[in-house]
């Protein structure tokens, strides 16, 4: 027999008993209901208050077999710490060999139940119930969250189990491995944080500064958050990442034996006591594994972490780090300060307008690229806006110019051998380093390029396992992640690669630098028409599922959707451009020119001639 369905025909969570007084939810499927208090019934992924703890119930008493698989299923969703009343539908044997943090699989509905028996099982004492459903995503055993496709179907196998007492109960003897679950249920019960470690090869953006790097992993909401992420911090960076970043905590680093919880005291202090790995660093290292870990908490108390005390084994303290420190010493996200939105104007040129939010008319940049000598179909800015590329209107050349009154502009330092204007260069973009990435879309020489300082001769960045042409690329703050829309089959996607630079300095130009292992992080689209990094690991993209209209959403890099509203709806949009600093405006080009989005409000434009908007980077 299946589980109870909903109207939309999608199986219902888990029943819960709601104590008003305290907010606490059981699940009660398989369980006696309290013959006494505020009791009113709800359905648990529908619960708005997010803070309200879900917990399970054990099965009850010659339960059969069907409330036993559902029963379980149920407690896989709730917010007991270590699944303990889940493993009471379990025999002793299977609950040892259960691993519930090896793996999550996140199903789009369900997972349904089939029964699969045959016979009589009072007579056979023996059961299976197969569990079916469609593959929506996996998390790892680090934490990590992966897009993932087609069927899942595994089996749950339950026997007469006798207690203690001498009597047979159902018990499940085998399972599959992990945690299975509904989309809507996961959403629920965990949350997208990120972990904060320092690139390998690049430094900040004043060249003195650590660059710090996003790494978003998804934790259980309401099972100490805090304390689970100071744990996958210090158990260092997920697979994908670790090639390209570091962490500042000594191999082995841990909390000290004993620390069960972290809790920030009422100054927004946090202090964590670490293992004798890490007895013996440095001033400059502590400072900097205190940063790690104020990056990491910084949105997970309803107040954030103001300062973060790490403790050696014997309970003296190594280092302390305040907020404002902190954020001086790493490069966190854009530079904060001045910013301009820059767009392509009516006469071709780079244009920009001062400050986010301002009504000031737009203006034509300092320096060549705005006096018009040059017509422009698209620009990038570097991310201290002293320079800017440029790409000619039919799209062959590549122009790099000073944003200072009275500079002048050379020769093309690129030239693509494209005759189409459908072809030749993408958009530029400017790393952290001052170095600009481009791609050449010519038909017979298509490739990935850098050029080191925005000049000189360009390296061909090598991108193994990369199909199709590239049409837009657009590189992290942080320097080691790169968005590429690719177009293949008729038919673009947006991926994201992880850039390795095998010779930094450059000196071996042959392969020097390389972006690899690249993953789709918008599969949910069937075309993806523009895109722009909107955070430290978020994207904003526009484009549409199959058969359906153009919308414009928020993706992270994980391939996940963020919690959230997405930006409001807005007809007929060519380019988008976002900035790290997630306070700043959007800024699109649509059918009714350059439009700006601000927070809380709706799309306004600025003026109805123009194209190509960008931010720094």
């Given at each position: 027999?299946?589980?109870d369905r909903d109207r939309g025909g999608r199986r219902r969570p888990a029943r819960a008993m709601v104590y008003a007084a305290c907010g606490t939810v059981l699940l009660a499927g398989c369980a006696s209901m309290p013959d006494a208090g505020d009791l009113r019934d709800v359905e648990a992924s529908q619960r708005p208050d997010?803070?309200?703890r879900v917990f399970a119930m054990p099965p009850r008493e010659n339960a059969q077999p069907e409330e036993i698989v559902q029963g379980f299923l149920e407690a896989l969703t709730s917010d007991d710490p270590g699944f303990e009343t889940a493993r009471k539908y379990l025999t002793e044997k299977a609950s040892k060999q259960w691993?519930?943090?090896?793996?999550?699989?996140?199903?789009?509905?369900?997972?349904?139940?089939?029964?699969?028996?045959?016979?009589?099982?009072?007579?056979?004492?023996?059961?299976?119930?197969?569990?079916?459903?469609?593959?929506?995503?996996?998390?790892?055993?680090?934490?990590?969250?992966?897009?993932?496709?087609?069927?899942?179907?595994?089996?749950?196998?339950?026997?007469?189990?006798?207690?203690?007492?001498?009597?047979?109960?159902?018990?499940?003897?085998?399972?599959?491995?992990?945690?299975?679950?509904?989309?809507?249920?996961?959403?629920?019960?965990?949350?997208?944080?990120?972990?904060?470690?320092?690139?390998?090869?690049?430094?900040?953006?004043?060249?003195?500064?650590?660059?710090?790097?996003?790494?978003?992993?998804?934790?259980?909401?309401?099972?100490?958050?805090?304390?689970?992420?100071?744990?996958?911090?210090?158990?260092?960076?997920?697979?994908?990442?670790?090639?390209?970043?570091?962490?500042?905590?000594?191999?082995?680093?841990?909390?000290?034996?004993?620390?069960?919880?972290?809790?920030?005291?009422?100054?927004?202090?946090?202090?964590?006591?670490?293992?004798?790995?890490?007895?013996?660093?440095?001033?400059?290292?502590?400072?900097?594994?205190?940063?790690?870990?104020?990056?990491?908490?910084?949105?997970?108390?309803?107040?954030?972490?103001?300062?973060?005390?790490?403790?050696?084994?014997?309970?003296?303290?190594?280092?302390?780090?305040?907020?404002?420190?902190?954020?001086?010493?790493?490069?966190?996200?854009?530079?904060?300060?001045?910013?301009?939105?820059?767009?392509?104007?009516?006469?071709?040129?780079?244009?920009?307008?001062?400050?986010?939010?301002?009504?000031?008319?737009?203006?034509?940049?300092?320096?060549?690229?705005?006096?018009?000598?040059?017509e422009l179909r698209a620009a990038a800015v570097s991310r201290d806006e002293d320079t800017a590329a440029g790409v000619s209107l039919d799209g062959r050349s590549l122009y790099v110019g000073s944003l200072a009154s009275g500079a002048s502009l050379g020769e093309a330092v690129l030239e693509s051998g494209a005759t189409s204007?459908?072809?030749?260069?993408?958009?530029?973009?400017?790393?952290?380093?001052?170095?600009?990435?481009?791609?050449?879309?010519?038909?017979?020489?298509?490739?990935?390029?850098?050029?080191?300082?925005?000049?000189?001769?360009?390296?061909?960045?090598?991108?193994?396992?990369?199909?199709?042409?590239?049409?837009?690329?657009?590189?992290?703050?942080?320097?080691?992640?790169?968005?590429?829309?690719?177009?293949?089959?008729?038919?673009?996607?947006?991926?994201?690669?992880?850039?390795?630079?095998?010779?930094?300095?450059?000196?071996?130009?042959?392969?020097?630098?390389?972006?690899?292992?690249?993953?789709?992080?918008?599969?949910?689209?069937?075309?993806?028409?523009?895109?722009?990094?909107?955070?430290?690991?978020?994207?904003?993209?526009?484009?549409?599922?199959?058969?359906?209209?153009?919308?414009?959403?928020?993706?992270?890099?994980?391939?996940?959707?963020?919690?959230?509203?997405?930006?409001?709806?807005?007809?007929?949009?060519?380019?988008?451009?976002?900035?790290?600093?997630?306070?700043?405006?959007?800024?699109?080009?649509?059918?009714?020119?350059?439009?700006?989005?601000?927070?809380?409000?709706?799309?306004?434009?600025?003026?109805?001639?123009?194209?190509?908007?960008?931010?720094?980077?």
């Amino acid at each position: 027999m299946g589980a109870d369905r909903d109207r939309g025909g999608r199986r219902r969570p888990a029943r819960a008993m709601v104590y008003a007084a305290c907010g606490t939810v059981l699940l009660a499927g398989c369980a006696s209901m309290p013959d006494a208090g505020d009791l009113r019934d709800v359905e648990a992924s529908q619960r708005p208050d997010a803070q309200v703890r879900v917990f399970a119930m054990p099965p009850r008493e010659n339960a059969q077999p069907e409330e036993i698989v559902q029963g379980f299923l149920e407690a896989l969703t709730s917010d007991d710490p270590g699944f303990e009343t889940a493993r009471k539908y379990l025999t002793e044997k299977a609950s040892k060999q259960w691993r519930p943090n090896e793996s999550t699989t996140v199903l789009a509905d369900g997972p349904n139940t089939v029964a699969e028996h045959s016979g009589s099982k009072e007579a056979t004492g023996d059961y299976a119930y197969g569990l079916i459903g469609t593959k929506v995503a996996t998390v790892d055993s680090q934490f990590a969250y992966e897009p993932a496709e087609g069927a899942y179907d595994e089996t749950v196998h339950l026997t007469k189990h006798e207690g203690a007492d001498g009597s047979k109960e159902w018990r499940i003897d085998a399972l599959p491995a992990g945690l299975v679950m509904g989309m809507s249920d996961f959403q629920r019960n965990y949350e997208s944080v990120n972990k904060y470690y320092f690139a390998s090869n690049t430094r900040g953006g004043s060249g003195d500064q650590l660059g710090a790097v996003a790494d978003p992993v998804y934790v259980r909401e309401q099972v100490d958050p805090v304390t689970q992420m100071v744990r996958s911090l210090l158990k260092g960076p997920t697979r994908w990442l670790k090639p390209v970043v570091r962490s500042s905590f000594p191999t082995g680093t841990a909390l000290k034996k004993g620390v069960k919880s972290l809790t920030p005291d009422d100054q927004n202090r946090l202090t964590v006591p670490l293992n004798g790995k890490a007895d013996r660093v440095g001033q400059s290292v502590c400072t900097e594994m205190a940063a790690q870990i104020l990056f990491t908490l910084q949105d997970l108390t309803p107040t954030g972490i103001d300062e973060v005390e790490l403790q050696r084994s014997d309970g003296t303290q190594s280092c302390a780090l305040r907020k404002n420190r902190a954020e001086t010493y790493v490069a966190h996200g854009p530079a904060k300060g001045a910013q301009y939105e820059y767009f392509i104007d009516g006469e071709k040129r780079l244009v920009r307008i001062a400050g986010a939010g301002s009504e000031q008319e737009p203006e034509p940049v300092p320096g060549a690229l705005g006096d018009g000598e040059r017509e422009l179909r698209a620009a990038a800015v570097s991310r201290d806006e002293d320079t800017a590329a440029g790409v000619s209107l039919d799209g062959r050349s590549l122009y790099v110019g000073s944003l200072a009154s009275g500079a002048s502009l050379g020769e093309a330092v690129l030239e693509s051998g494209a005759t189409s204007q459908d072809d030749g260069l993408t958009t530029p973009s400017w790393d952290v380093s001052g170095d600009l990435w481009v791609a050449d879309r010519d038909p017979e020489d298509s490739r990935l390029l850098l050029l080191p300082k925005g000049a000189g001769d360009p390296l061909e960045v090598s991108t193994p396992g990369l199909e199709g042409r590239i049409e837009a690329v657009r590189v992290a703050a942080d320097g080691v992640r790169i968005a590429l829309m690719v177009r293949e089959d008729g038919r673009t996607t947006l991926l994201m690669g992880r850039i390795e630079r095998t010779d930094p300095a450059g000196e071996n130009r042959s392969n020097a630098v390389a972006v690899r292992e690249l993953r789709s992080v918008a599969p949910q689209l069937e075309e993806v028409t523009a895109m722009s990094w909107a955070g430290d690991s978020r994207l904003v993209v526009v484009g549409r599922e199959a058969r359906g209209v153009q919308q414009i959403q928020y993706v992270q890099v994980d391939g996940s959707t963020p919690v959230g509203p997405a930006p409001s709806a807005l007809t007929g949009v060519q380019e988008i451009a976002a900035s790290e600093d997630e306070r700043l405006p959007l800024v699109a080009h649509s059918e009714d020119g350059i439009v700006r989005l601000s927070s809380g409000s709706q799309w306004q434009t600025v003026v109805e001639t123009g194209m190509a908007p960008v931010y720094p980077g």
